[in-house]
């Protein structure tokens, strides 16, 4: 077990490093030119070549990288452009509302594809698997966008039941958070109702029928129990997914979380910023997915037998 755990810190960093690095390389190739969106179009050439070396952007490209690593490593990010103060400062100023609207997806999520991938996978190509399978298929394949907007429509606009925007209650969080979970919904849907159809033809399913309990007790107990392990494993790599779909739907609903920070950094060439957000979504994302590779021996007696060997 410890060696795993090394194993996947180890392979952690790496992506940490690639993560910050591709980030790093994509700002630099953008066009546009930090100095002069903050001095604005009337500035001098001398002002703006002032504030460059202020800014450190008169350096060579290698030179700033190397100075970049050097800070990150002792998690001094620099300073935004635009706000005036560290950037990891105005990063976990808005993290919370993304975690926030994330977990609560991701709750939805869970509970409502649990429910339909076992309703699906107790009876195979029955009429409700076939019902599922259908509706999964759509929620996959409608826009983010157009599913918030069509929301926004119908429940703020039309039936006026919900705000549309903006943060306070948690009224006005159900609206993004359903948006954000759909295509999660129908992701988990699919994975347990694959698992739960393979499980129910098991041996250990029918022992627990002629031991006389009921369809529930065997479909909850033993048939999603051990078809769990696929479910965590898809709901451990979507979290990225999910942070990454939240910067359009935090600016559909003015959710002011680091989908739209990172919008509105990478509109200002806030290079601070963007890059203090990827890397904290990153370690998120590597925190997130070491925990599910733990849970596996939780749920599958035979992983954790097999690391110990």
């Given at each position: 077990m410890t060696g795993r755990i090394v194993r996947r810190l180890a392979i952690g960093v790496f992506v940490l490093w690639g993560a910050v690095t591709l980030m790093f390389v994509l700002l630099r190739l953008a066009p546009g030119d930090p100095a002069t969106l903050l001095l604005g179009p009337d500035a001098s050439p001398d002002e703006i070549a002032a504030l460059r070396a202020d800014l450190g952007l008169d350096q060579p490209a290698l030179t700033q990288y190397v100075d970049y690593l050097g800070h990150a490593t002792r998690l001094d990010l620099g300073r935004s452009f635009r706000f005036g103060e560290p950037?990891?400062?105005?990063?976990?100023?808005?993290?919370?509302a993304t975690i926030e609207l994330t977990l609560t997806a991701t709750l939805i999520a869970v509970?409502?594809?649990?429910?339909l991938g076992m309703v699906a996978g107790r009876r195979p190509d029955g009429r409700t698997d076939r019902l599922v399978s259908g509706l999964t298929i759509l929620l996959q394949g409608m826009p983010t966008f157009w599913v918030g907007i069509m929301l926004v429509l119908l429940f703020a606009l039309t039936w006026r039941l919900l705000p549309s925007s903006g943060v306070g209650t948690p009224q006005h969080l159900v609206l993004p958070a359903v948006t954000l979970s759909l295509p999660f919904t129908?992701?988990?849907?699919r994975i347990t109702r694959t698992s739960v159809a393979a499980s129910m033809g098991e041996a250990y399913v029918q022992t627990a029928r002629s031991k006389g309990l009921s369809e529930l007790q065997v479909l909850t107990g033993h048939a999603l129990r051990?078809?769990?392990v696929p479910v965590v494993t898809i709901v451990g790599l979507q979290v990225g997914a999910l942070l990454g779909g939240a910067v359009?739907?935090?600016?559909v609903f003015a959710w002011p979380g680091l989908g739209s920070l990172v919008v509105e950094a990478v509109s200002n060439r806030d290079y601070a910023v963007v890059q203090a957000a990827v890397l904290v979504i990153a370690a998120i994302v590597v925190v997130l997915n070491l925990v599910a590779d733990l849970s596996y021996s939780l749920l599958d007696p035979r992983i954790r037998t097999a690391a110990r060997r």
């Open positions: 950037a990891i400062d105005v990063v976990f100023s808005r993290l919370q509970v409502v594809g649990l429910a129908a992701i988990v849907a051990n078809s769990l359009v739907v935090e600016n």
